[in-house]
């Protein structure tokens, strides 16, 4: 979806043909239509995309748009991680429960390090096994966890 101008949100799909192939990639279209919006601005555009994290995506959108792109996972997928995460390394379903209540408590209100410093310091001291996979979650997580402040933004 792209904000126009006027605030409202435009939905995009790349056209396909009888077959269901592509006509104009969805690429293409997003660039002509951000063009098309936005082309005389002198300004730079600030650009933020919520996805869920999958590569393909990620690739178009950086094609588009290069490097000033920030991409944040959405809420859903952000979850799915987190509970992932702390299936391999909490100690039982109680322990994830209350790990996750935390982290799901301070995420919402966009208190990012906070989550980050208690995931340091709560599973620092576990099997080589869960160090290693839970580091490499950790760090996927940490890359994407540009959260917007969803409380501190709620419409009033």
């Known amino acids: ?25 969805l690429p293409d279209v997003l660039k ?8 005389k601005e002198s300004e730079p555009l600030p650009i933020v995309a919520i ?3 999958a590569k393909v995506i990620r690739q178009d959108l950086y094609a588009v748009f ?13 979850g799915k991680k987190l509970r992932d995460l702390m299936s391999m390394i909490a100690l039982n379903k109680a322990d994830k429960d209350r790990h996750l ?11 990012i390090y906070t989550v980050l410093d208690y995931l ?5 001291l576990k099997t080589k096994k869960n160090i290693l996979n839970s580091s490499v979650i950790l760090k996927s997580i940490e890359m994407k966890l540009l959260i917007i402040n ?7």
């Open 150 to 156: 969803f409380v501190k933004k709620q419409v009033k």
């Open 1 to 25: 979806m792209l904000q126009k101008k006027n605030k409202e949100f435009e939905y995009m799909m790349a056209p396909i043909n009888d077959q269901g192939q592509e006509i104009i990639s």
């Open 32 to 39: 002509n239509r951000v063009l098309q919006e936005y082309g």
């Open 120 to 124: 340091r310091k709560k599973f620092r």
């Open 66 to 78: 290069g490097t000033l792109l920030v991409i944040i996972l959405d809420w859903y997928h952000l």
């Open 51 to 53: 996805t869920d994290g």
């Open 101 to 111: 209540k935390f982290m799901f408590y301070h995420l919402w209100r966009g208190e």
